[in-house]
């Protein structure tokens, strides 16, 4: 069982940068893919990126290439997202997501999932 809670959502205006953080409970997550996805007012929510188990491999979606990093520090039980030069259709609720899989960009094909946190970036 892995519990996630994701953090360091906000306001922020057009080119500037967030840290998003997700917490993992359990002695397991480091056997777990991550990933990070996004759901628009009205939209599906989509991949936005993917972390290994190691960390040494990472996946993007290409509207977030360059832009986005995503990291993991199986030491602390952490997942970030480094996200700059925000866009506002970058502007969703933002979730983690564990999984055995790694990279899929199928919501159902991963295991847990945190309650999200909000982003909204101006133009």
């Known amino acids: 069982q892995v519990q996630l809670v994701e953090s360091g959502g906000g306001l922020v205006q057009a080119g500037g940068s967030l840290r998003l953080s997700c917490a993992a409970s359990?002695?397991?997550?480091?056997?777990?893919?991550m990933g990070w996805f996004r759901q628009a007012p009205g939209k599906e929510r989509e991949f936005v990126a993917a972390v290994s188990r190691s960390g040494t491999s990472t996946y993007y979606t290409n509207s977030v290439k360059g832009r986005f990093t995503i990291s993991r520090d199986n030491a602390k039980n952490m997942v970030y997202l480094q996200m700059n030069n925000l866009k506002p259709e970058d502007t969703a609720v933002y979730y983690c997501?564990?999984?055995?899989?790694?990279?899929?960009?199928?919501?159902?094909?991963?295991?847990?999932w945190g309650q999200g946190t909000q982003v909204t970036v101006s133009s």
């Open positions: 997501a564990a999984g055995s899989i790694y990279a899929s960009l199928t919501t159902t094909q991963y295991d847990y």
């Open positions: 359990g002695r397991t997550f480091s056997t777990y893919h």
